[in-house]
């Protein structure tokens, strides 16, 4: 149990396009939902936290208007980069979490994206 | 949240038990530590939990002294399949569950 996909798993796309990112909990619930980006030989980093139900909330540093987050249900969070760059080019990982005594997060298996 | 400090790296061979430390000095009272594992390229695996004490399951150990400043996360018998990153977390995960990741620990497994 406890499994969270992402779609698509990986992405090519050209400079100024929009780019969207699903993330799904397949067997719970997830009122809460994570967004992180990981560069090349870097740590995952914390951009957002995903509400079901309201606005997300972002960490210092993050676009809200570049980087717009849906989380219109309690299976699905989505991630759309809109007018993207080459610099937003990394690897985007979500993680659903479940309610519980210890509210354990579990992560996708990460999108690659690569803007031309 | 607290801040977690780990080694950059480690080097074991096959066999061997490999043990993580990670100093959380600032460690709050409703904290919780949580170690993952990521492979390049894939998402961070959960690996194990704790409050206090001493925590077992069928892949690890994690060891937590009574201050709970540190952790250690001990791997019995490694293979070269457990070549990855280590990274511990701490956080209350009544209040947002926001992980915060640090540099984790990349364990290279030879034979």
């Known amino acids: 149990g406890a499994v969270v996909s992402q779609h698509p798993s990986w992405v090519i796309c050209k400079s100024g396009t929009s780019v969207k990112i699903e993330c799904r909990s397949l067997d719970f619930q997830a009122t809460t939902m994570f967004w992180y980006r990981q560069f090349p030989k870097q740590s995952l980093m914390l951009m957002a936290t995903s509400n079901e139900g309201s606005k997300a909330t972002y960490e210092q540093g993050v676009e809200k208007d570049k980087f717009l987050i849906n989380h219109a249900s309690l299976t699905l969070s989505t991630l759309t980069v809109t007018s993207a760059h080459p610099e937003d080019s990394s690897f985007y990982i979500c993680?659903?979490?479940?309610?519980?005594?210890?509210?354990?997060?579990?992560f996708g298996p990460g999108t690659r994206l690569t803007v031309l | 949240l607290a801040k977690t400090t780990q080694p950059i790296s480690m080097d074991s061979y096959e066999g061997q038990e490999v043990n993580i430390t990670c100093s959380h000095n600032n460690i709050a009272t409703n904290d919780y530590i949580t170690w993952y594992q990521q492979f390049p390229s894939q998402g961070p695996r959960f690996i194990i939990q704790?409050?206090?004490t001493k925590v077992t399951n069928e892949v690890a150990s994690l060891f937590i002294p009574a201050d709970r400043k540190s952790s250690t996360l001990s791997l019995p018998r490694v293979s070269l399949s457990d070549t990855a990153v280590y990274y511990c977390?701490?956080?209350?995960?009544?209040?947002?569950?926001?992980?915060?990741f640090g540099q984790g620990t990349e364990l290279s497994v030879k034979p």
């Open positions: 977390l701490v956080g209350d995960y009544n209040q947002g569950g926001k992980l915060i």
């Open positions: 993680s659903a979490q479940r309610t519980s005594a210890y509210n354990e997060q579990f």
């Open positions: 704790g409050y206090k």
